[in-house]
């Protein structure tokens, strides 16, 4: 138990470090073009990844399921420009029919 606790402390004081860096960096750093740049798009990029890990993932392996077909539905509602919940809908539609057709 005190490894835990030990690990736990040790990742606060990271996480808090790692924030005063980001609060310590000079203005000028943070206003340079190419790390405006990064900030914009880095949320973006955690996203995708977070997402394809709920897609193609099980938690043990990679898994082509029901979850994909939707996510597939989704992106050519985009590329259709529908509507963000016309979006939505679709991938739950797509998604559900196929785990009631037992694909997933």
Known sequence: MTTTWAALLALCLGCYLL?????SLPERVIEHPRMRAIAVL????????????????????????????????AAVALLLRAP??????????????LRALGAG
């Open 19 to 23: 924030k005063l860096a980001g609060l």
């Open 42 to 73: 880095l949320p973006l990029a955690l996203l995708a990844g977070l997402t394809a890990v709920q897609t193609f993932s099980d938690g043990r392996g990679l898994v082509l399921d029901a979850r994909a077909a939707g996510v597939a539905a």
């Open 84 to 97: 963000f919940l016309v979006v939505v809908a679709v991938a739950a539609v797509v998604a559900a029919g």
